[in-house]
Every structure is written in structure tokens, then in C-alpha cells.
């Protein structure tokens, strides 16, 4: 009988053993990113930034999709601060970076030209951080490979806080 305890021990202890050893996971393992970040990653050129919403401004009764940037003569000095993100650059890199070549100060004026991105909360969102480390969070309007929509939100000096989508292209 005394041999019989002390086996059923072992035995006991070595099936707790096998358990926890085969529930244990991997935590090295990087988790799976999604198909977007290679449709992300990568150069872009910003196309416009459009009007997310109807508007009126002026008096005038402003589309969704209209572009701000053809507007922006009529925006006054507030203009120019479009206008000079025409030829803006972006560049998402697969290591996480972010650099954008243009001006920034409007439209991304948290992130500002370098820093970290990812995708956020499943993947719908558009994280950039800033090397200072502020979140500027941008819901992704479209994504493919070819085309980058994001939404933004602009406060125009002088004028209004407007709901524009930022327009890339590769």
C-alpha cells in the first residue's frame, strides 16, 4: 500500500507537469499582421484633400468630395497652408517609420514629419506617433494598393474645424 501513494503522486505530478508545459505559449512569436500593412507600407504622393462631409462656407453649399485644395484661394492665408501640401511625400516603412517631405503643420500637425505608424483597433485605424510620442489617429476612409484615404480633421485659422479625408497615391 505505501508504494501505491507516492506512485499516484508522481503520476499526478507529472500529468500537472505535462499540462501546463503544453499550455504554455509562445510569447516570442510576433502576432500575425494583416494583408493592410503591406497595402500601407510603402512611398505615396498626396492626391487632394477633399471635403468629408457637405459644407457651407462663404454662403455656398460645398459637396462632399470637393477639393479644399482648390478652394484654397478663397480661404485667404489659411489657403497657403493647403496649397503647400500639394507635393507632400509620404513614406510608411515596414520596420514601423514614417517619414512625409512637405508640410505638415495643417493637416498632421500632431504627428508632424516623422515618427512610428500602425494599424489600430482592427486594423481601421491609421496610427501615426510622433517622435515626441503623440498619438494622431486617423480612421482609414479606403485602402488598396494603389490608393490611401484617411480621414483628418483640419481646424482652417480664421475660418472653421472641417472633416477632410487626406488623398494618397502610389
Known sequence: MRNFIPGKILLLLAGAHLFTVSCK????????????YSLVTGNWQQKDIVF?????????????????????PLLGP????????????????TDGNFVIDGCTELILPKAGNAGTWKLDIHDAVFLLTSQKGDNDPHWIEN???????????????????????????K
Open 25 to 36: 505559449k509562445n510569447r516570442d512569436t510576433a502576432p500575425q499582421k494583416s494583408e493592410k
Open 52 to 72: 468629408a462631409v457637405p459644407v457651407k462656407l462663404g454662403g455656398q453649399n460645398i459637396p462632399a468630395g470637393t477639393s479644399i485644395i482648390a478652394l484654397a
Open 78 to 93: 489659411a489657403g497657403a497652408l493647403f496649397t503647400c501640401t500639394k507635393t507632400n511625400t509620404y513614406k510608411f516603412n
Open 143 to 169: 485602402v488598396s494598393d494603389s490608393t490611401l484615404d484617411l480621414s483628418i480633421t483640419v481646424t482652417i485659422p480664421g475660418v472653421a474645424t472641417a472633416p477632410l479625408v487626406l488623398k494618397l497615391k
